[in-house]
């Protein structure tokens, strides 16, 4: 069974903070995709990264990187310098490689970002 | 932002009647979802197709019906809404390239209450 684990419900943290959302998944494919979305207060769901399972380059963009591990079946999501702006819902999503394309969600991470 | 709408953006309607939701693409992607968000569940997915008058269920496809006539337009149809379809609903795209699947995209959703 393919499965996405969002251990934490909720984060706080204070502007300026570094901040982890953890993330761990479960499939028996070889091939498979890993996003993550964030989902601000307005509601909508804006696609943030996809990785494929046979890149485990380390992603940075900005604020924010990836962190891709296979051997823990992780793939953890750190802000940098956190903004009031970063408080959002944050959903991790495992997508496998069996031709019909569909993305199995984690409960998502609530991150809230105070002054 | 990928062209996707979804109409209405919100509806209350009573038990036992039935209801339709819209989405619409302007991007031409083969590939169309239907997911409910509900809190503590993140995104599941209701439905999806891989072209016109192609599809199939996703995990919580019970009491939904779905339909594409064309590759723009994806309805769902509660055929007889119950308190339980209480929910927001997000509709998706995507395309495949070189059998790679690409990201999904959202549209803004739409908010149904169910009395």
């Known amino acids: 069974a393919q499965k996405v684990t969002q251990a934490q419900t909720e984060i706080s943290v204070v502007e300026k903070e570094d901040v982890t959302l953890d993330c761990v998944y479960e499939?028996?494919?070889?091939?498979?995709?890993l996003f993550w979305y964030k989902q601000p207060p307005s509601g909508e769901l804006v696609f943030l990264i996809r990785r494929n399972s046979f890149d485990e380059q380390n992603e940075i963009s900005g604020r924010y990187s990836w962190n891709f591990q296979k051997s823990t079946s992780s793939f953890n999501f750190t802000i940098t310098a956190s903004q009031v702006v970063d408080s959002a819902v944050y959903f991790c999503?495992?997508?496998?490689?069996?031709?019909?394309?569909?993305?199995?969600f984690g409960t998502g991470t609530r991150l809230l970002v105070s002054p | 932002d990928a062209g996707i709408t979804q109409s209405p953006r919100h509806k209350v309607t009573e038990t036992g009647t039935p209801v339709t939701l819209r989405c619409h693409q302007t991007e031409n992607h083969r590939y169309m979802y239907w997911y409910r968000q509900d809190p503590g569940h993140g995104l599941r997915l209701i439905h999806y197709?891989?072209?016109?008058?192609?599809?199939d269920k996703g995990e919580v496809s019970d009491g939904y019906s779905v339909s594409r006539s064309k590759t723009e337009d994806f309805l769902l149809t509660l055929e007889s809404a119950t308190s339980s379809q209480t929910s927001v609903y997000f509709c998706?795209?995507?395309?495949?390239?070189?059998?790679?699947?690409?990201?999904?995209?959202f549209g803004p959703g739409t908010r149904l209450t169910v009395t």
């Open positions: 999503a495992l997508l496998m490689n069996t031709g019909f394309q569909k993305l199995v």
């Open positions: 499939t028996r494919d070889t091939t498979y995709y």
């Open positions: 197709s891989y072209g016109v008058k192609d599809t």
């Open positions: 998706a795209i995507s395309e495949s390239f070189d059998l790679v699947p690409g990201e999904q995209y």
